[in-house]
């Protein structure tokens, strides 16, 4: 769905959203249309692994919302390149945290 397309806000998930298990979802970084569905989720982690700092949309609305969002850096640039071992071993210690569920992991 293209951040065009009409939505109605309660249905509306991020792009590339899914269910990874209970408690633990996965998104792309979420256009202000999907807000309300976000918070249906009642999230109280955010992971989000890119180079580049979340929009500022999206923190506001984690302020909002009193989601804690750990921004994970995986490179110096927003190149690809391979996400180094260290980072995934310390992401997958916070998504294996039951205290941080539910928990998204969000890349951009």
């Known amino acids: 769905m293209s951040e065009l397309e009409p939505?109605?806000?309660?249905?509306?998930?991020p792009k590339a959203f899914g269910i990874v298990a209970p408690g633990i979802y996965r998104a792309n970084a979420f256009h202000p249309s999907t807000f309300t569905f976000v918070q249906a989720l009642h999230l109280q982690t955010i992971v989000y692994v890119s180079p580049e700092l979340p929009p500022v949309g999206l923190q506001e609305f984690v302020e909002r919302s009193s989601i804690e969002i750990i921004h994970r850096n995986h490179s110096g640039d927003s190149s690809w390149r391979p996400i180094p071992e260290g980072l995934v071993k310390e992401t997958l210690e916070l998504i294996l945290n039951r205290n941080m569920h539910p928990i998204m992991i969000m890349c951009s």
């Open 7 to 13: 939505c109605v806000p309660a249905v509306c998930p």
